[in-house]
């Protein structure tokens, strides 16, 4: 049971590691190959705040092809929170951000909560793409940032810092929020204390 849904996108360029991300975050499993995702798929993930809340994520997985961006468009409408993946072993998936950036502003509602995540920090040997300059490329735009490794770590952090960002500004957020109202009047009580940064995965 959920108190609130919150809707997200997952955008970048094909082969940063969308789908691995996904579905590791849903169903906690890596593999080295990947069907290529046609169009737009998506999965589920619950996370408990440090207030008692339990939000369900959910996250739409896109293509990262360019054909299919008329398509997705349908997509940014109803979100609360966008995703923009690159490789730190690919220039090129950094340099297209611009693009992914322009359809979220051009298609998205106004007061979307970014993150920027550099995914492959396994294979730092074959880093292109600095944290400094991803991190500053973060600050001017306003996003949140972080490297994650979705073969080697927990990932479930990044999901964590966003959908606390959203959280707190629920009253003033319009889109890409579902209340569960049968939810609404059910008390949760916390048996202990945690850290401000604590995430409970269900
Ligand atoms: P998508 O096209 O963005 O959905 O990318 P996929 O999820 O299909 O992943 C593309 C390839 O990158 C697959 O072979 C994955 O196994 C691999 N991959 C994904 N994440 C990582 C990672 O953190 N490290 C490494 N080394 N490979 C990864
Ligand atoms: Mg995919």
């Given amino acids: ?25 849903s169903k906690g499993l890596y ?37 299919y961006s008329m398509l997705l468009r349908n997509y940014y409408k109803d979100i609360a929170g966008a995703i923009i993946m690159y490789d730190i072993t690919k220039r090129k998936s950094f340099n297209n951000l611009h693009f992914w950036i322009k359809e979220l502003r051009n298609n998205g509602p106004k007061n979307v909560s970014v993150i920027l995540i550099g995914n492959k920090k396994d294979l730092s040997g074959k880093r292109v793409v600095s944290k400094q300059e991803a991190e500053l490329f973060a600050k001017r735009h306003k996003f ?9 770590e927990d990932i479930s952090e990044p999901l964590y810092t966003i959908t606390k960002d ?37």
Avoid at 1 to 22: C, E, H, P, Q, W
Avoid at 184 to 200: A, L, S
């Fill in 1 to 25: 049971m959920y108190d609130y849904m919150f809707r997200y996108i997952l955008l970048g360029n094909s082969y940063v590691g969308k789908t691995a991300f996904t579905q590791k975050l």
């Fill in 31 to 67: 593999n080295h190959v990947y069907e290529p995702t046609i169009g737009v798929d998506y999965a589920t993930k619950s996370l408990l705040l440090d207030n008692g809340k339990q939000i369900k994520c959910q996250i739409w997985d896109t293509a990262g092809q360019e054909r």
């Fill in 144 to 152: 949140f940032y972080t490297e994650i490794s979705v073969k080697k």
């Fill in 166 to 202: 959203i959280y707190i500004d629920i009253d003033n957020r319009k889109k890409g929020i579902v209340v569960n109202k049968q939810n609404q009047n059910i008390k949760i009580t916390k048996t202990n204390k945690q850290k401000e940064t604590c995430c409970f995965i269900c």
